[in-house]
């Protein structure tokens, strides 16, 4: 029983670390970020003065992205380059 109750712990311990604690999930986070990041700018490019053929087509999906597109302008304001950030993530 005690070898059952050991083996369990260590299973719920290792699957913890593995969705929580370890830093790959922080990369899979920042990864997902960019690419949302990538996604709203190549669909609203005016809201930085770009113009752009797709905007009237993309104008559909605003009601879809207008809760993430407050937070996502902030992040692309806040970054110096997104050059710099995935160069920080593979540590150049």
């Given at each position: 029983m005690d070898d059952l109750q050991e083996t369990l712990w260590e299973w719920l311990h290792g699957l913890y670390h593995g969705m929580i604690e370890h830093p790959a999930s922080e990369k899979i986070e920042q990864e997902a970020e960019d690419l949302e990041d990538m996604f709203i700018m190549a669909c609203f490019p005016d809201a930085f003065g770009?113009?752009?053929?797709?905007?009237?087509?993309?104008a559909e999906l605003l009601p879809y992205v207008a809760d993430d597109l407050a937070a996502w302008e902030r992040r692309m304001?806040?970054?110096?380059?997104?050059?710099?950030?995935?160069?920080h993530q593979y540590h150049f």
């Open positions: 770009i113009s752009s053929p797709t905007a009237y087509y993309t304001w806040n970054r110096e380059s997104v050059l710099e950030r995935k160069g």
